[in-house]
């Protein structure tokens, strides 16, 4: 298969987004005509392709976006040294697992590994495109805290983000990713919620302005001791605003995925939630909240444990949605495996077997066909920590 860059430079590259007026006529006496501005989006037919081999049935997104220092505490936990070698064994190692790509439709990248390559010489972008899994890039650039708020935080990387993603997607990257935080326990307050709707519409703007599908990761944390109904009800206050600012931005539906947290209790909380229950609550919320025209619905794991994951999911694809029900995993994806791994050359094998077999599990969840039978302990092992973040 060609490299990501010779299809780069042999595929067609339309011009920018383009802008013109249509003056409708008006009836109404005495009242002057205005303009209605309509935006003609260059890409559009791309990222309606590409949102679609995204949510191919069975499967779902690897996660690997983790920043350098986030990537260095999961290396720390199994006493590998933050180097930018040991990074690149690892992500090499996670990207190169054979048949991973019947699983996984696509993979975030964090921006060192996009232009990374493997010990081999061969790039990271380019192993992931011939096993037909899209590459895609983490482009905020991470939480600072929001003044005039309870404590909370807001999503920074607006600035230069059209240039960047214009870069990106030169790369071989045709999605982007953006995780914004609500956090239950400090309100949320109004202007928390709206600052991060608002930054998730602007980036999903100006991503699809060059080419990028952007998924868009308004995540509500676990931290709490509240209840299920309480996230529930947050959690629509949340979507509801950012899908009317993602309108307000003129965004592509078509042309995105959604990336949110599962209706679930706080981790705190005494009174917990069968997959059926979290099912339930999250695919209600689904159905007031989301539009049919978005192709995928990727959910994140937060600090569920590899199993419950794949549980939850499994139980929310017992019917058929408008939309795919899918994943988009990275420690429930990866935990078992960088463990087996433990920076050892000799364990790489047995490392991206473990890999596949949670891949598979999750192809199977997207399915709805999943069962816990035969899963080992460490899949039931719980994940959540407090001060997780990219």
């Not at 920018?16 to 303009?35: G, L």
Request: proline share 5%; net charge neutral.
């Amino acid at each position: 298969m060609a490299s990501a860059t010779t299809l780069l430079k042999s595929a067609f590259l339309p011009n920018k987004s383009e802008w013109f007026s249509v003056r409708p006529t008006v009836s109404k006496p005495n009242t002057a005509s205005f303009p209605i501005n309509v935006r003609a989006l260059a890409f559009s037919e791309e990222l309606v392709k590409t949102a679609k081999t995204m949510t191919t049935p069975g499967r779902g997104l690897l996660a690997m976006d983790e920043s350098n220092a986030t990537c260095g505490k999961r290396l720390a936990s199994i006493g590998v040294d933050n180097t930018e070698e040991n990074r690149q064994a690892y992500r090499t190692l996670l990207s190169s697992a054979p048949g991973l790509g019947q699983y996984i439709s696509g993979s975030i990248l964090f921006e060192e590994t996009l232009y990374q390559s493997t010990p081999d010489g061969k790039k990271i972008v380019d192993v992931l495109v011939d096993q037909n899994i899209v590459p895609g890039i983490k482009v905020d650039k991470g939480l600072v805290p929001l003044v005039g708020s309870n404590d909370e935080s807001w999503c920074q990387g607006l600035d230069g983000l059209a240039s960047r993603t214009a870069a990106y997607y030169q790369q071989g990257a045709r999605f982007a990713k953006w995780r914004t935080v609500i956090s239950i326990p400090n309100g949320p307050s109004e202007l928390a919620i709206k600052e991060a709707a608002w930054g998730l519409a602007r980036y999903a703007a100006i991503s699809q302005d060059n080419g990028l599908v952007p998924i868009v990761e308004p995540e509500i944390l676990l931290d709490g001791e509240h209840g299920i109904e309480r996230n529930f009800e947050v959690a629509q206050r949340v979507w509801s605003e950012v899908f009317f600012y993602l309108a307000q931005n003129n965004v592509l539906f078509e042309g995105i995925l959604l990336k949110p947290s599962m209706v679930t209790p706080g981790a705190e909380c005494k009174d917990r939630a069968t997959p059926e229950q979290i099912a339930e609550y999250t695919l209600k919320l689904l159905y007031r909240r989301v539009p049919p025209s978005v192709h995928g619905i990727m959910f994140l794991s937060g600090g569920q444990s590899e199993m419950e994951a794949t549980l939850n999911l499994n139980a929310m694809n017992q019917s058929s949605h408008p939309w795919h029900v899918s994943f988009s995993y990275a420690r429930a994806l990866q935990n078992t495996c960088l463990k087996t791994w433990g920076g050892r050359p000799e364990n790489v094998k047995a490392a991206q077997d473990a890999l596949i077999l949670r891949a598979r599990a999750n192809s199977l969840a997207q399915l709805g066909k999943y069962t816990s039978d035969g899963e080992a302990a460490a899949a039931k092992e719980g994940m959540f920590v407090k001060d997780y973040k990219y």
